[in-house]
Every structure is written in C-alpha cells, then in structure tokens.
C-alpha cells in the first residue's frame, strides 16, 4: 500500500526535448555566444579578432558538449521532481539553471583558457570569470527566448521524450 500511495503523490511524468531539439539548442547557443562574446574578448584583452574567435570557438566546442549533458540531465531531474518542462520553468530555477551551467562550464573552460592564450592560472581564472558572467546574462536570455519560441510539446507526438515513471 505504501509503494501505491508514493506513486500517487509523485507528479506525473513531464517530456523533455528530444536529441534533434536540444541539438538545436546547443549549436543556437554557441553560435550566439561566439557572435556576442568574441568582440567583448577581443576589446577587452587585445587579442586579435582570430585569436578571440579560435580561443570561443575551442570553448564553444568543449561547452557544447558539456551543455547537452547538463541541460538533459537538469531536465530530467526537474521533470521527474516537479513535473515541469523545461519551457514552463519559473524564473527562480531559470537562474539556478543558468548560473549552474556556466558555474560547471567554468571547470572545463579554465584548463583550456590557459593552453590557449598562454595565461597563467591566476589570470586564467579571472577571464574564465568574466567569460562565465557574460554567458550566464546570455544563458538565461537565450533559453528564456528558445524556451518561447520553440515550447516543449506538452503531448509525446512532438520534438520531445517522455520519461518513464
């Protein structure tokens, strides 16, 4: 009886995006990032725009794989706690998303920001920062806007996967 009553008080299962959609997510994203972050870089360290553009791009690369990862599993564990999708979150838990992707980014970033430019950990660190709050103001702008322009499917015909209870 008891096990019957716990699945009573769990939410019902939510859909999160699907490989295609969250695909299309991360390269928006990335490539959205590159345009708006590459002159800031390129204005604020002087570096050459190409080097401001290769550094991003290396990031971008390595984000992007990290991003997929930890957009699907933040999904699938807020589907499976509040029964939420994605493109209903609440504003509250749009900038914990935001701040823990960036937060996490910046563990991949950093080692790479120092083979690239040649910086010293410390300095490192400090551009990893500063590249870690420009994206996360980006972050939460970019899939508030993705989120309303392309809603996760509230039914299992559309761009999304249905959790099994």
């Not at 008891?2 to 991360?26: F, K, M, S």
């Not at 708006?36 to 050459?48: C, D, K, N, Y």
């Not at 899939?143 to 559309?158: K, M, S």
Request: hydrophobic share 55%; net charge negative; with cysteine.
């Amino acid at each position: 009886m008891v096990g019957a009553e716990a699945a009573v008080d769990r939410p019902a299962p939510a859909p999160i995006r699907n490989w295609r959609e969250r695909a299309l997510q991360t390269l928006a994203f990335e490539l959205g990032g590159m345009l708006i972050v590459a002159p800031i870089w390129h204005l604020a360290t002087g570096a050459s725009a190409l080097d401001s553009v290769l550094l991003l791009a290396c990031l971008s690369m390595a984000v992007m794989l990290w991003m997929a990862l930890y957009n699907t599993v933040f999904d699938v564990v807020e589907a499976r706690f509040t029964g939420i999708v994605a493109s209903d979150r609440p504003h509250g838990r749009r900038v914990l998303h935001a701040v823990g992707l960036e937060a996490t980014s910046a563990l991949v970033t950093w080692p790479l920001i120092v083979a690239v430019t040649g910086l010293g950990w410390l300095e490192a660190l400090v551009a990893d920062f500063g590249l870690t709050l420009a994206y996360a103001l980006y972050g939460y702008l970019f899939h508030l806007a993705f989120d309303r322009l392309r809603p996760v499917p509230q039914t299992a015909g559309g761009a999304c996967v249905e959790l099994p209870r």
